[in-house]
C-alpha cells in the first residue's frame, strides 16, 4: 500500500518553529527521538547533524511517506517499544482541542485531535517520558495558545520537569510556542 499524503500533517509552521528550536537545541552527541515525525521533514534536517536520530509514528501512511524519503521510521504509538534514552525528544504533538462529536476517523485526524482541552496527548507523553528521557536530556514540545500554555507548563512540573516557552510566532491570528523541559531534578 503506498501512502496517502492527504492522511499525514503536512509542513506547516508548527513543524517550522520545532525545527527552528530543535537545531537551537542540538548537540552533536545528542540521540534523538523525533516521536510522530509525520513526514519526517524534521528528522531530515536534522541528519548527520546528531549522533543518532530515531523518527516514529502511529500513522502507517506517515511512516510509509517518511521511509520513501529516506528517514528511518518505526511505527509506535507514542513510547511503546521505545528502549533506551534520548538526549533530546522532538514532539509535535496533537494539541487541538477536539469534542467527541467533532472527530472524524481518520490518520490525519489522528495528528490533530488533543482531545477535549487539547492535551491529552501531552499526558499520555508525560506519564512515560522519564522512562526513555536520558539524565540531563531536554524535550522539546510545541503547543498553541488554545492548549492552555500555563496549563500544559502545569502539567509539565507536575511530573517533575523545569519548563519554559523558548520559542512563539504569531500565526494567523495564533501564538504557536515551543515548550523546552528538563528534569527538575537537574538544573534546566
Not at 121 to 150: F, K, N, Y
Amino acid at each position: 500500500m503506498d501512502a496517502d499524503p492527504d492522511q499525514v500533517y503536512p509542513v506547516r509552521e508548527d513543524t517550522l518553529l520545532l525545527l527552528e528550536a530543535a537545531l537551537d537545541e542540538l548537540k552533536p552527541s545528542d540521540r534523538v527521538l523525533d516521536l510522530g515525525t509525520g513526514s519526517g521533514y524534521i528528522a531530515r534536517h536534522l541528519v548527520g547533524k546528531a549522533a543518532i536520530i530515531i523518527a516514529t509514528d502511529v500513522n502507517p501512511h506517515a511512516c510509509r511517506m517518511a521511509s520513501s524519503d529516506g528517514v528511518g521510521v518505526a511505527r509506535a504509538d507514542l513510547t511503546a517499544g521505545l528502549r533506551g534514552h534520548f538526549d533530546l525528544i522532538l514532539f509535535n504533538p496533537p494539541y487541538l482541542p477536539t469534542k467527541p462529536g467533532e472527530r472524524i476517523d481518520d490518520w490525519l485526524e489522528e495528528a490533530l485531535d488533543g482531545g477535549e482541552g487539547g492535551r491529552d496527548v501531552i499526558r499520555r507523553l508525560l506519564s512515560d517520558l522519564p522512562r526513555i528521557l536520558a539524565p540531563g536530556g531536554r524535550l522539546l514540545l510545541v503547543i498553541s495558545e488554545i492548549t492552555g500554555v500555563e496549563e500544559v507548563l502545569g502539567l509539565l512540573r507536575d511530573a517533575g520537569f523545569f519548563a519554559g516557552v523558548v520559542r512563539r510566532n504569531r500565526v494567523e491570528g495564533e501564538d504557536l510556542l515551543v515548550v523546552r523541559a528538563k528534569r527538575s531534578r537537574e538544573r534546566p
